[in-house]
């Protein structure tokens, strides 16, 4: 794949940041939009603004024909058996805390199990905790190998036949660790329990097959995927959503409304209450679409090439501490000896270099690793080896500041 020729199709990294070209290291909070995506939300807004379902006129017609030809979209690129096992939601978050209320407190009691792992995301773990003081059931974690890798002889000998739910992160949002997750779910079926993905990370950088994985539900944002923000999507099996309840109630998700009872739609719009995210859902459309043409294999090679590469790179740099396995996806996670991670940020934003410092909302994670906060650089389809050069180029001259300073 030609990154230089990618890069031209996201208008935003063609500027400069204090002085400096902007290298924009931050795709695992964030990525960044191409023309096609913006292009295909200017052209609903201005031709095609209309809602949903409801209208017989036109401009009806084709705004829904784009959102649920975008749900077809979702459901080729990830692979599942049905548009109806396809659910849009505001995100990542809202879409596990779909299956925590829905599912959950509906199929939990006391004594039951909930497994997840210390290197959730936060939406991955307050959803849990709430959900076990609600129905009374046990949160247990997967213990973490020194790299912060998982193995399968722990989670075998976590998940009990008390478990009902395991949830996990595909990838690490810090640490780069991406799970088994085929084998966990083997266990977690073997166990009688059903199996969360979080895919936030996942979804945008390595090819995903919701039928091969059989997880039993997967979760992902649009805003990390080349989409806009705002928009995500729950996948589920279909047994399962049958039997669930919907969590927002309102107008679009309805069948039938009289004074005392109603019902609800058939999958999957039961579970989309209120005028659903329709430019969102057309946006991600676009997006997968960009990202298909480009081929997320040549994505994931790309961004393993760059990883490998910024390991390198960055263990050159004296004092440096990277965290997590050597095998990884497309992050680095580090701290460098005497520098806060937000005083380090703060110094590479003035030379134009766009990291995140702090937590990553991952503070169990934070406490494991014994820091309050770490750097982070995550790259994407448009970074390239020299962006990773002026990385390190901008964290000696931050090391040699602050030596100087201190």
Not at 217 to 243: D, I, N, R, W
Request: glycine share 8%; charged share 25%.
């Amino acid at each position: 794949m030609d990154v230089n020729q990618i890069r031209k199709e996201f208008p935003i990294l063609d500027q400069e940041v204090n002085g400096h070209p902007l290298v924009y290291l931050d795709s695992a909070a964030t990525s960044q939009k191409p023309k096609a995506v913006l292009q295909k939300l200017d052209e609903y807004y201005r031709s095609h603004n209309s809602n949903v379902h409801r209208g017989v006129h036109t401009l009806g017609n084709r705004a829904t024909e784009g959102y649920e030809g975008a749900r077809e979209k979702v459901r080729n690129f990830i692979n599942a058996n049905s548009t109806k096992e396809i659910i849009f939601t505001r995100g990542t978050t809202t879409a596990i805390n779909k299956v925590a209320y829905s599912y959950a407190r509906a199929n939990l009691k006391k004594g039951d199990e909930i497994v997840i792992t210390p290197m959730e995301h936060h939406s991955n773990i307050i959803p849990w905790q709430q959900a076990a003081k609600a129905t009374g059931a046990d949160l247990k974690y997967i213990p973490l190998q020194p790299d912060g890798t998982i193995t399968l002889e722990d989670v075998e000998k976590t998940i009990t036949n008390k478990t009902k739910v395991v949830a996990m992160v595909h990838v690490s949002n810090v640490l780069g660790t991406i799970n088994p997750i085929k084998e966990v779910a083997t266990i977690a079926h073997k166990n009688g329990a059903i199996l969360l993905v979080d895919g936030a990370q996942s979804t945008p950088h390595m090819r995903v097959d919701v039928q091969e994985l059989d997880c039993d539900f997967f979760t992902f944002s649009a805003h990390k995927m080349c989409g806009p923000s705002g928009v995500g999507v729950l996948y589920g099996k279909q047994e399962l959503l049958e039997k669930m309840e919907p969590v927002e109630f309102g107008g679009e998700m309805i069948d039938f409304v009289d004074l005392y009872e109603s019902t609800w739609k058939e999958l999957p719009w039961k579970f989309e209450g209120g005028t659903p995210i329709i430019a969102g859902a057309i946006g991600l459309g676009a997006a997968i679409d960009f990202i298909e043409e480009i081929g997320i294999e040549n994505i994931e090679a790309h961004e393993k090439d760059l990883a490998a590469y910024a390991m390198q790179r960055l263990r050159t740099i004296e004092g440096i501490e990277i965290y997590g396995p050597e095998k990884r996806a497309g992050l680095v996670t580090f701290n460098l000896d005497g520098v806060h991670p937000h005083d380090l940020a703060t110094a590479l934003d003035q030379q134009g270099i766009a990291v995140r410092a702090g937590h990553h909302c991952a503070q169990p994670l934070m406490k494991w690793l014994k820091v309050s906060a770490t750097a982070r650089a995550s790259f994407y389809l448009y970074n390239t080896r020299e962006e990773i050069d002026k990385l390190v180029v901008g964290l000696e001259k931050t090391k040699e500041f602050f030596g100087d300073v201190f």
